[in-house]
């Protein structure tokens, strides 16, 4: 059996405001400074109660991934065609990176 290296990365998946999981994934990692981050997939923000992860990574403007609340977020990412059909379809301004 191959050896396990531990790389400093959980791979995890966010609760759902009804206390399920969302389907997709999140990484969580220690940086430079020594602070845990979190960088998150194509998914929606946590609701309040949960912390908010670092980094949204938005990959295509399809609203069962992230609907219009990442959008809404400065800590969101992704590329201008995406950012726009976001606009388009959820019909507010994307405030996050472009890519």
Known sequence: MDKLIDMGLLVYRQKNSRGGFK????????????????????TTRSPQKYSQPDAYLITHAHSDHH????????????????????????????????L
């Open 67 to 98: 609907g219009s609340s990442a959008m809404r977020s400065d800590r969101a990412a992704c590329t201008e065609k995406t950012a726009m059909a976001l606009e388009l379809r959820h019909e507010r301004e994307y405030r996050g990176s472009i």
């Open 23 to 42: 389907p997709h994934i999140g990484l969580r990692f220690r940086s430079q400074e020594g602070d845990i981050r979190s960088f998150v997939v194509d």
